[in-house]
């Protein structure tokens, strides 16, 4: 099993859909969870970070993190052709810097498109 | 502007030719890697730099090698060992005391011909 599982899609969604993209994860140590945007041919940027378990909404955007089931989400509401990107989980164990153990894996990416 | 800039953009390069991919940053952030970006691959690591003159080896270092002579640069060579060098590059920062927000550049795209 992989540590880091992520559909690649591709997804396609109307404009002003709702949107779901998923992560689930093996390793228990992972505290630290981010989502990246990557737009065709540019490098990724971060979208959200999150710690541990719960939630965290920034406008449209909203993670979300269950430790125990070891899933991680993103929700996009109200979606726009902007949205329209490859979308990367990732997360990493510790927050301390040297650690063995401070790496970021990533997932695979899944591939968005908004239509108009 | 803060920012890190990757160098060059595009590259073409015949079999068993060495190659450097440039990455400079002006974002005062002490620790730089390099990640390969392969279809249907995800991001993987090839080496990172913590701090001037020390790197380690990530996850694929194979046919590939790095220096870290200042704190903004971090060159990264694909060797004539590395047996599928095509691929696009990305190269990243972040704070020392960060527990993952990376900040990328714009990437390298390297075609061996």
């Known amino acids: 099993q992989k540590e880091v599982e992520q559909d690649p899609g591709p997804l396609s969604v109307p404009e002003g859909a709702i949107v779901s993209l998923n992560c689930t994860y093996s390793n228990s140590a992972f505290q630290y969870f981010m989502w990246y945007r990557q737009y065709s041919r540019k490098g990724p940027e971060l979208l959200m970070y999150?710690?541990?378990?719960g939630n965290k909404e920034d406008g449209r955007f909203t993670a979300q993190v269950d430790k125990s089931s070891k899933y991680i989400s993103l929700f996009i509401r109200d979606s726009q052709p902007s949205d329209s990107a490859t979308y990367l989980c990732?997360?990493?164990?510790?927050?301390?810097?040297?650690?063995?153990?401070?790496?970021?894996?990533f997932g695979k990416g899944t591939l968005l498109t908004v239509n108009p | 502007d803060g920012g890190i800039t990757q160098s060059p953009k595009y590259l073409f390069r015949k079999e068993g030719q060495n190659v450097t991919l440039s990455c400079e940053q002006n974002?005062?952030?002490?620790?730089m890697y390099w990640y390969r970006q392969d279809p249907g691959q995800g991001l993987r690591l090839i080496y990172y730099?913590?701090?001037?003159?020390?790197?380690q080896k990530g996850d694929i270092a194979e046919g590939y090698s790095v220096s870290r002579e200042k704190k903004e640069s971090f060159p990264l060579t694909v060797t004539s060992a590395q047996k599928n060098p095509t691929a696009f590059y990305l190269c990243a920062t972040s704070l020392a005391t960060n527990t993952g927000e990376l900040f990328f550049g714009e990437g390298s795209r390297l075609t061996v011909l």
């Open positions: 999150t710690y541990s378990s």
């Open positions: 730099s913590q701090i001037v003159n020390d790197f």
């Open positions: 974002l005062n952030h002490d620790a």
């Open positions: 990732a997360m990493s164990a510790s927050g301390k810097w040297g650690g063995s153990n401070y790496k970021l894996t």
